[in-house]
């Protein structure tokens, strides 16, 4: 934190902004929490649009810790890229989220995808080709089920490297999606040079619709761009009613956001199918 002149204690907080400088703590904090077994995936359910069918989760990772509560992602994440638990982490999640799918499938009673997020380190991993091929063999999920979300900059940071591994991604049959689109390198030239299926629009485009006339000149223009270079939409962060019509009217084809589904585990994952079986 930055000084600003006035006294003030530095205390752990979850709900702090800004780089975790102080959280040699929570370091130690996460290598003990592997070993516990602290971490949780939670789903959030992507819907189709038009009829509110579930068609597939986000895995979002939880980690409750004993005293210190729910420590959010956007806490943990960045010191376990920086310290390289989240390869470990992320092989876990991938695996779990492809069997956890297997049994979402049992009780909808048809086919659904599970999205999960990829860091950049671990995109960069030499393994993560091998943890992708494992975490299909050991759940038989098929790799058409299965879309890895990764940024802009994870494209960015090598693109002669990420042409490879997205090529081996595709022949498996994996789906490609943008996250946060929009948020991160301005160009989109990348559109055309890998092979993407879905594009995330970034909540920020999306919380003030359909009031904020610049933010929808521009979810409006990426589904236009989705729509000739025919890949899919998901915009994440739909809140309310009207924002759900409002990209439904573009041609929006899923959302994603508290309106449909929080995060939730897997258990009320499937509570949550189970009555979509009947609307
Ligand atoms: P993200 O991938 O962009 O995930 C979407 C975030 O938006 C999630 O926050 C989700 O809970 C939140 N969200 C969804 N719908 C709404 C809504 O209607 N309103 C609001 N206000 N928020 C909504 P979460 O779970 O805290 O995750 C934050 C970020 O942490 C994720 O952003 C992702 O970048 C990262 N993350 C989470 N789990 C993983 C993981 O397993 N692996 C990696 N590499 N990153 C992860
Ligand atoms: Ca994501
Ligand atoms: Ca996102
Ligand atoms: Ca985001």
């Given at each position: 934190?930055?000084?600003?002149?006035?006294?003030?204690?530095?205390?752990y907080?979850p709900?702090d902004?800004?780089?975790p400088e102080h959280d040699i703590s929570l370091e130690a904090a996460m290598f003990n929490a592997?070993?516990?077994?602290?971490?949780?995936?939670?789903?959030?359910?992507?819907?189709?649009?038009?009829?509110?069918?579930?068609?597939?989760?986000?895995?979002?990772?939880?980690w409750?810790h004993?005293?210190l509560?729910?420590v959010?992602?956007?806490r943990f994440?960045p010191i376990a890229?920086?310290n390289?638990?989240?390869?470990?982490?992320?092989?876990?999640?991938?695996?779990?989220?492809?069997?956890?799918?297997?049994?979402?499938?049992?009780?909808?009673?048809?086919?659904?995808?599970?999205?999960?997020?990829?860091?950049?380190?671990?995109?960069?991993?030499?393994?993560?080709?091998?943890?992708?091929?494992?975490?299909?063999?050991?759940?038989?999920?098929?790799?058409?089920?299965?879309?890895?979300?990764?940024?802009?900059?994870?494209?960015?940071?090598?693109?002669?490297?990420?042409?490879?591994?997205?090529?081996?991604?595709?022949?498996?049959?994996?789906?490609?999606?943008?996250?946060?689109?929009?948020?991160?390198?301005?160009?989109?030239?990348?559109?055309?040079?890998?092979?993407?299926?879905?594009?995330?629009?970034?909540?920020?485009?999306?919380?003030?619709?359909?009031?904020?006339?610049?933010?929808?000149?521009?979810?409006?223009?990426?589904?236009?761009?989705?729509?000739?270079?025919?890949?899919?939409?998901?915009?994440?962060?739909?809140?309310?009613?009207?924002?759900?019509?409002?990209?439904?009217?573009?041609?929006?084809?899923?959302?994603?956001?508290?309106?449909?589904?929080?995060?939730?585990?897997?258990?009320?994952?499937?509570?949550?199918?189970?009555?979509?079986?009947?609307?």
């Amino acid at each position: 934190a930055k000084e600003t002149g006035k006294a003030r204690a530095v205390t752990y907080s979850p709900s702090d902004q800004g780089p975790p400088e102080h959280d040699i703590s929570l370091e130690a904090a996460m290598f003990n929490a592997v070993r516990e077994g602290e971490f949780q995936l939670y789903y959030q359910p992507i819907v189709d649009a038009r009829s509110r069918t579930i068609e597939g989760f986000e895995t979002l990772m939880r980690w409750k810790h004993p005293t210190l509560g729910m420590v959010p992602p956007v806490r943990f994440i960045p010191i376990a890229e920086t310290n390289g638990l989240i390869n470990l982490l992320g092989a876990w999640a991938l695996k779990a989220a492809c069997m956890q799918i297997r049994q979402f499938e049992e009780v909808a009673g048809r086919e659904l995808y599970i999205s999960v997020n990829i860091s950049p380190r671990q995109f960069r991993s030499d393994k993560f080709l091998t943890v992708l091929d494992d975490a299909l063999a050991l759940s038989g999920t098929k790799g058409r089920q299965l879309v890895l979300e990764i940024t802009e900059g994870t494209l960015m940071v090598d693109p002669v490297h990420a042409e490879a591994v997205l090529g081996k991604m595709a022949e498996r049959g994996a789906r490609i999606a943008i996250d946060d689109f929009g948020t991160g390198y301005s160009s989109l030239a990348y559109l055309k040079r890998f092979p993407i299926s879905v594009l995330k629009i970034d909540r920020a485009f999306v919380k003030d619709l359909p009031q904020a006339a610049k933010d929808g000149a521009i979810c409006s223009a990426v589904l236009d761009i989705a729509r000739h270079l025919d890949l899919l939409v998901v915009a994440e962060g739909v809140e309310t009613e009207e924002q759900l019509a409002w990209l439904d009217n573009l041609g929006c084809h899923y959302v994603q956001g508290y309106l449909t589904g929080k995060p939730m585990p897997a258990h009320v994952a499937m509570a949550a199918l189970k009555e979509n079986l009947y609307t």
